[in-house]
């Protein structure tokens, strides 16, 4: 049973109106005589060739000339038997196409829109191209009366077969003359099935099928199928098959896919098990007293070959060694895509021979290099740990029993449930490694599940599904499993994704994370759409400041400086789940006595992030990070004298390539210089950087934020324009000449400009 919500509806009336679209008087093709098997393979000297199927699509239908496919990527093609010319059918977003069933050279391209004030979709026009001359096609426009509105199921020949709430119509178009038949309007939800004659058709009805005389235009013959497994049996499509003489159609018995035939004209049924998984899908189609299937999906074994099952003695004939789709083809045969082992993939024509027995012609081949009829195997070399410090990308790679296949990759984050999908095509030219893998360099990015943006991906437990598609037709096979994301803590990664990012306070006190990303394409660090109002309450501090992992949590932590001079520690959550931080916790007073502080960089060679401060003497002191929550820094130390001069400085990370983090502090005259760390809290002798840095409110060292492995550095002014400074890992030069970032830029909600960024 179908509901509104799935049905495709067209809107025609009897007053359907035909206009002309060619420089002559209109006419629609009639359906061209069917061919005799013994013509159409005298047509085919040698098989054409098909490279746009290699890596899989559908056939649509086959006529007299040629036959029309969809690639995997979705372009339709006619191609001729005689020569190979494939030509494509243009279509626009809303348009479908139809073949117009066997034997005819027809293709219709209808424009399907929604119904105004509904969720129906109908078709307004209708194009018909006939193929076997190349005339220009002949359009039909389609009067929309809303009581009428049915849909287009199929085309026979120059015959739209539609269907409504309750009706079945046919809609000849033969000579350029639309005329509307009613075939009946009792009917709950009927709907023309895809296997169709030039002379007749099946459409279903609840659970019955009814054979149609096309010509006549009226049922010839009914059958009741055996009511469909309810939860929890899979749902698997039922088709239905048609022939001169028998009718078809699949059901499921006691966990078996049967096949029911009966004589046209005859009521009673046969019921034949076929195989044992009644969870497969098939193709196929019946030919005379013949039915030949094949199951798309599931191993590659006997039973899902493509093969042909007498109606009479039972016996079978085994065809192709896999098929994927099959259509009805002209003067009685059927037109297959699948391979065998002797002639690669392609399209193969069935038909019943001199000697009684189907028998299977490649005429289109893929020309692709196959690996004949073997199947795909899944052999290992899954990664199981993907490591994302200071690299752009990291490669992911699977190892099958062929590299001639493509790939659908998808990974999911076990901690956030975002994902990655993408496609892996070798022939293409990436993606096949020289140990045999295929894979592809994963960019360390998942999909927003919200902004449905880019975003890095977090740390931890991901899931993959990675499913191989043989280019030798062979039925694909889907293995997945599971890896773990693993970066170093980052001194400004809140979210636990390696992505740096900041902390941006309004002059009304809120604090919001402004989370980022490095985009590839433009070179430009990248702030995420902000999905939070902020904190409120951060204007009782007249200083905030990152300072990587203190507290041992492997998640940047912050430190905050009250009016009375009490330093108090705020412990990232390292989720981006969780919009805060943890409780504040005392870490002590008398920090009133510095006028600047700086923190995030390891200064000591212990991995654990410091902080120094200058007091109003011009003194420098350094407190060494304990990784304790509760007492977060060790007593101060004082490390050097004249400090006072400068108005600025940053904990920049180890830019210079030196045993341990770096400063850099900005003069009176704003000129910005450069201190490497000696490791045990001290520092060379400073180099200087360039002038020009007094525009900046704020300078931060924000940690790596193009992923190449080298600390960079960020900075804002007080108009709020903001700026990327790329590291170059030589201290003579440290940074790259800036550029523009939205990361903290502009202005809050009420229009001022950001009170401080850290």
Do not use: C
């Not at 389609?142 to 409504?164: C, F, M």
């Not at 980022?516 to 939070?532: F, H």
């Not at 992992?549 to 412990?571: E, F, K, P, T, Y």
């Amino acid at each position: 049973m179908r509901t509104g919500l799935y049905r495709r509806r067209l809107a025609i009336s009897v007053g359907v109106v035909l206009t002309a679209v060619t420089a002559v008087s209109p006419t629609v093709p009639a359906a061209a005589a069917p061919v005799t098997p013994a013509a159409a393979s005298q047509a085919v000297a040698a098989a054409v060739q098909v490279p746009f199927l290699a890596s899989g699509g559908t056939l649509l239908s086959a006529g007299t000339t040629g036959f029309l496919s969809r690639d995997d990527a979705g372009t339709t093609r006619w191609t001729r038997y005689a020569d190979g010319v494939s030509k494509v059918i243009e279509k626009s977003q809303g348009e479908l196409v139809y073949g117009s069933g066997p034997g005819s050279d027809i293709v219709v391209v209808a424009r399907e829109v929604a119904q105004p004030g509904g969720e129906e979709i109908y078709t307004t026009t209708v194009r018909m191209y006939d193929m076997a001359t190349g005339a220009a096609p002949v359009t039909l426009a389609l009067s929309q009366r809303p009581e009428e509105y049915v849909r287009l199921d199929a085309v026979v020949g120059s015959t739209l077969l539609v269907s409504g709430e309750q009706s079945l119509k046919l809609i000849d178009v033969a000579g350029g003359t639309p005329t509307v038949r009613t075939v009946g309007d009792a009917y709950y939800e009927p709907e023309w099935m895809a296997d169709t004659l030039p002379d007749a058709a099946v459409a279903r009805n609840d659970d019955r099928d009814v054979v149609v005389d096309l010509v006549g235009g009226r049922e010839t013959g009914g059958y009741q199928l055996a009511p469909e497994p309810g939860w929890p049996k899979p749902y698997v499509k039922r088709h239905s098959f048609l022939s001169p003489t028998h009718v078809g159609w699949t059901e499921r018995t006691d966990d078996k896919l049967v096949l029911a035939t009966a004589v046209r004209g005859r009521s009673e049924v046969v019921r034949t098990p076929l195989g044992p998984d009644d969870g497969a899908e098939i193709t196929g189609g019946l030919l005379g007293d013949w039915f030949a299937w094949g199951a798309t999906t599931g191993n590659a074994t006997p039973w899902h070959a493509f093969s042909a099952r007498s109606l009479k003695d039972g016996s079978t004939v085994e065809l192709l060694d896999h098929a994927t789709h099959a259509v009805k083809g002209p003067g009685g045969t059927l037109l297959v895509l699948g391979v065998t082992a002797a002639d690669g993939a392609g399209v193969y024509r069935v038909a019943v021979g001199a000697d009684g027995r189907p028998a299977a012609e490649l005429i289109a081949s893929t020309g692709r290099p196959d690996d004949g009829a073997a199947p795909l195997a899944y052999v290992g070399g899954a990664p199981a740990t993907v490591r994302l410090d200071g690299v752009p990308r990291a490669r992911l790679s699977w190892k099958f029993s062929t590299a001639k296949a493509d790939l659908t990759v998808e990974l999911r984050s076990g901690a956030t449930e975002e994902t990655f999908r993408t496609t892996v095509k070798p022939a293409s030219g990436s993606g096949a490694y020289p140990d045999g893998s295929l894979g592809f360099d994963w960019a360390g990015e998942v999909t927003d599940g919200v902004e449905q943006m880019p975003k890095s991906a977090p740390n931890g437990a991901y899931e993959w599904k990675v499913t191989a598609r043989p280019w030798n037709g062979m039925p694909s096979v889907t293995t997945s499993g599971t890896f773990t994301v693993v970066r170093a803590p980052e001194p400004h990664d809140y979210d636990d994704n390696g992505a740096p990012d900041l902390v941006v306070r309004s002059r009304s006190g809120h604090l919001v994370k402004e989370f980022t990303r490095w985009d590839d394409a433009t070179g430009r660090l990248v702030a995420l759409p902000d999905r939070s109002s902020g904190q409120p309450g951060w204007n009782v501090y007249d200083r905030i400041e990152s300072v990587g992992d203190v507290a041992g949590g492997n998640a940047a932590d912050l430190v905050a400086r009250d009016r009375d001079g009490v330093l108090w520690l705020h412990r990232g959550t390292g989720s981006a789940s969780r919009v805060g931080f943890e409780s504040r916790v005392r870490i002590g007073g008398g920090w009133n006595t510095y006028t600047r502080f700086t923190g995030g960089s390891d200064l000591t060679g212990d991995g654990r992030a410091d902080l120094v401060g200058v007091d109003r003497a011009g003194g420098l002191y350094l407190h060494q990070g304990t990784g304790s929550t509760t007492a977060p820094f060790a007593p101060r130390k004082k490390t050097g004298f004249g400090w006072g001069i400068y108005n600025q400085i940053t904990a920049a990370g180890n830019i210079g390539g030196g045993p341990a983090g770096d400063l850099v502090a900005r003069d009176k005259g704003g000129v910005l210089w450069l201190y490497l760390g000696r490791g045990d809290g001290t520092f060379a002798a400073r180099t200087r950087i360039g002038g020009g840095w007094g525009v900046y409110a704020d300078v931060v060292g924000i940690g790596d934020g193009d992923k190449d492995g080298r600390p960079d550095l960020y900075a804002r002014t007080a108009a709020g324009a903001a700026y990327f400074y790329a590291g170059t890992g030589d201290w003579k030069v440290p940074f790259k000449g800036r550029v523009t970032t939205r990361a903290g830029a502009g202005t809050d909600i009420t229009g001022a400009v950001y009170d401080q960024v850290s």
